[in-house]
């Protein structure tokens, strides 16, 4: 599996290996039988029938041992639906099986040293591409500098030519044998000179204005689309770099270089004016007009959305909006010069140029609550030309009533659009500039956040033009399982640092893609619970679990049979962490063996949800679990984190110091604890697959406080402090005991006397 593991630690099974996976072969087959396929010659198979056709049998056999050897587990890989794929596509060409196997193994070693080539040399293709980019803008920047030069030159020429033309015949009278001829000669050999100069001058400009005009294309056909993307990717949280900091040198100094060229060929202008030159009409009269369009082109395409819309209080969840509540987004001017500087006066429009979309397909349609126009300064931090709008919010134009004509879309799937408009008027260049958002989704109910994060997510993987489709959802394509896949572990490495790993997308894969194709249709993931117990698992991370996520203690995504069968071969009191399966609002267990007498057996805790991690953190509550045995007799049945790391070892840091050491007797009270415990240690019955979603189960009144004034809320001395809603409470018990049957929960309260009180829940 060398080979595999390796493409999967470097994350490069994506391009030209992703699209072979999705066309010619699936990539979780691939995944599955990693071992047997890489553990066989396929070059040598794919030109033999025969040696095909054994192996292609070996592969069923294969197939149908696995299947027996883990029809145990639950969520387990799908070896009899794999056996079904190769049977059906391959029984009657094994030859051609072979082929593919070879081509992808080989596609496969191709990029694993082109990878190893780039690890040496230390650039990578983007980098050297933009190394490459800054060199010819350099490169400009020095011949404009050299024309300047030039420029400058011929008008000590031209005023020496002047002054020599205009006096050479008092001169001629004044120097005793100097010839008429011979003075005459010399202005027009000083005439001749100037004119090769100029024509030097120009021809230096066209080769300048041509490099600027490739340049141009690159920074606004390439660079800026590029940029585009990987904020799109960024939005919905791909790790990619959003830095502005090269276009923005890039296109400050090709507008620089741009403005001096019209600077220059105004200059020579005047000179053919001022000096009644002769060849005046040398200058093309299109070279101001190149160098115009070019400029124009250049500004056009330098007003970019930096952040886009996002409300304070969901910051990794952006381009969802509320009505009413304030949100904020950040526009940048590439193209900063000192003399831009206050020039630019933005303005955003809310779904300009889109209303007769809205209107013909019964859409909402919105307007801010305020003008927001802002005049674009400088920051002090990154000295660039930027302006931040701080204090948007909407409200609905006109609410639809009953019996009007109502959208087939749902809420959340209406796509609108904010477009930042201004005008740029300066040195003789006019034109007018609008940058606009990636398109949001106006909610009116916090329940609504994680519907609107699925249309995000989904629109961002499939949309990459502009302008930008906001009827997508009307027809809305498929997305593969590895783009799917992909936007998932994003988010997990958004809100607790680290990505899925392979075997947690398999499981997630069986929930979640029924295709035979591998596809998954938007009309089954926004009605499917799956997402919203994803969902639910990562605020469950974001709020509670965020280091153990990060530091791989959690396994997280793993069925209870499966955990079965992980640790039974292990040592007694070997454990490991899970996620609930039967909880759509996020819950996390952990499940352990006990070898009692020759027999194995694992048991798992009732799950702890947020209000349960709110009064205790979860490594507390594995230092303090204890079972209680007859006779009162209590033992922490927690010893090794799966697979073989002692508990303090992986937990120990994580402990709450304050909450575990003794307190001062400083009140008279004997001190105690809070300590999680179970009575009978055998597990309940596995969950029920399926899971209700409650869509209006959420305190809207209090979500509304925060969202509207939870940026307020963390100001010293804020008035709106006390007024805050309280936080959440616990039911009286956040533990609770396993039992097979009518289970009893308990929460023990213990001195350090040795006194107890237990209170059943």
């Not at 117990?533 to 974001?542: A, E, F, M, Q, R």
């Not at 007799?633 to 992986?650: G, K, S, V």
């Amino acid at each position: 599996m060398a080979q595999w593991e390796e493409l999967l630690r470097l994350n490069l099974l994506q391009g030209q290996l992703s699209n072979l996976y999705e066309t010619k072969f699936p990539r979780h087959i691939r995944h599955c039988l990693c071992f047997f396929i890489e553990g066989q010659d396929w070059d040598s198979i794919a030109v033999d029938e025969n040696k095909a056709r054994a192996c292609f049998n070996n592969l069923l056999m294969h197939l149908e041992h696995r299947s027996v050897q883990e029809s145990n587990i639950l969520q387990g890989p799908d070896f009899p639906g794999m056996s079904d794929y190769l049977v059906k596509h391959f029984q009657d060409k094994p030859l051609h099986l072979a082929m593919i196997l070879s081509e992808c193994l080989q596609e496969e070693r191709k990029v694993l040293a082109l990878a190893s080539q780039k690890q040496d040399c230390g650039i990578s293709a983007v980098e050297e591409k933009w190394k490459e980019l800054d060199n010819r803008v350099h490169d400009l920047q020095r011949q404009t500098l050299e024309m300047k030069k030039e420029t400058k030159s011929l008008e000590v020429l031209y005023e020496n030519y002047d002054y020599i033309e205009k006096s050479w015949q008092s001169k001629a009278e004044q120097c005793v044998g100097l010839a008429h001829a011979t003075v005459r000669e010399r202005c027009l050999q000083q005439a001749s000179f100037i004119k090769q100069t100029k024509q030097m001058v120009l021809v230096d400009v066209s080769k300048i204005l041509q490099q600027a005009d490739q340049i141009v294309a690159a920074l606004t056909d390439v660079e800026v689309p590029e940029w585009k993307r990987r904020q799109q990717m960024a939005c919905i949280g791909g790790p990619v770099d959003t830095s502005l900091d090269h276009l923005q040198k890039w296109f400050s100094a090709v507008a620089e270089v741009l403005i001096q060229v019209r600077q220059l060929l105004q200059k020579l202008e005047d000179q053919n004016k001022k000096y009644n030159s002769p060849d005046a009409s040398s200058l093309p009269a299109d070279t101001e007009t190149f160098a115009l369009s070019l400029l124009k082109k250049l500004l056009e395409n330098a007003l970019v959305v930096e952040k886009q819309p996002v409300m304070s209080s969901t910051p990794q969840r952006p381009l969802i909006l509320k009505t009413g509540v304030r949100f904020t987004a950040t526009v940048r001017f590439l193209a900063n010069l000192p003399e831009f500087k206050c020039l630019l006066k933005v303005k955003p429009v809310f779904d300009k140029g889109v209303g007769e979309i809205m209107i013909t397909n019964c859409l909402r349609q919105f307007d801010f609550n305020r003008d927001n126009s802002k005049v674009m300064d400088v920051d002090s931090p990154n000295e660039g030309l930027v302006v931040e709008f701080a204090h948007m919010s909407l409200k609905e134009k006109k609410a639809r009533t009953r019996g009007s004509s109502e959208s087939h879309l749902g809420v959340t799937e209406e796509l609108h659009v904010i477009k930042f408009l201004t005008g740029f008027r300066y040195a003789g260049v006019n034109c007018d500039i609008e940058a606009c958002s990636l398109p949001v989704v106006v909610i009116s109910s916090t329940a609504q956040i994680p519907a609107a994060w699925a249309s995000v997510m989904w629109y961002n993987l499939l949309s990459t033009s502009e302008p930008r489709n906001l009827l997508l959802f009307v027809d809305p394509p498929p997305l593969t399982w590895q783009q799917l896949s992909q936007v998932l572990s994003w988010q997990f490495l958004s809100v607790g640092q680290r990505e899925l790993d392979e075997n947690q997308l398999l499981m997630l894969r069986e929930k979640i893609v029924d295709n035979p194709d591998g596809l998954v249709h938007w009309s089954k993931f926004k009605n499917d619970t799956t997402w919203i117990w994803i969902d639910g698992i990562l605020d469950l991370i974001k709020r509670h679990l965020t280091d153990l996520w990060r530091d791989g203690y959690i396994m997280g995504f793993v069925s209870r049979k499966t955990t079965q069968i992980l640790l039974q071969q292990k040592p007694t009191g070997t454990f490991l962490l899970r996620f609930s399966e039967s909880i759509k609002d996020g819950a996390i267990t952990f499940s352990w063996v006990e070898h009692t007498n020759g027999e194995s057996r694992v048991h798992a805790v009732e799950p702890y949800t947020k209000k349960d991690l709110l009064a205790l953190s979860l490594p507390d509550i594995i230092y303090l679990y204890s079972m209680r045995e007859e006779g009162n007799r209590t033992r922490n049945p927690l010893c090794y984190l799966y697979p073989n790391i002692p508990r303090d070892a992986a937990f120990g840091h994580y402990y709450s110091a304050e909450k575990l050491a003794p307190k001062k007797d400083v009140t008279g009270y004997i001190d105690r604890k809070l300590v999680p415990f179970s009575v009978y240690p055998t597990p309940p019955s596995s969950p029920p697959p399926n899971m209700e979603v409650d869509w209006d189960n959420c305190a809207e009144n209090d979500q509304l406080f925060h969202d509207l004034f939870s940026d307020l809320l963390d100001l010293p001395g804020s008035p709106l402090i006390s007024m805050s809603p309280p936080p959440a409470t616990s039911h009286s018990s956040p533990f609770w005991g396993s039992a097979s049957t009518a289970d009893e929960g308990h929460m023990m309260l213990t001195s350090e006397h040795g006194t107890e009180a237990v209170s059943s829940v």
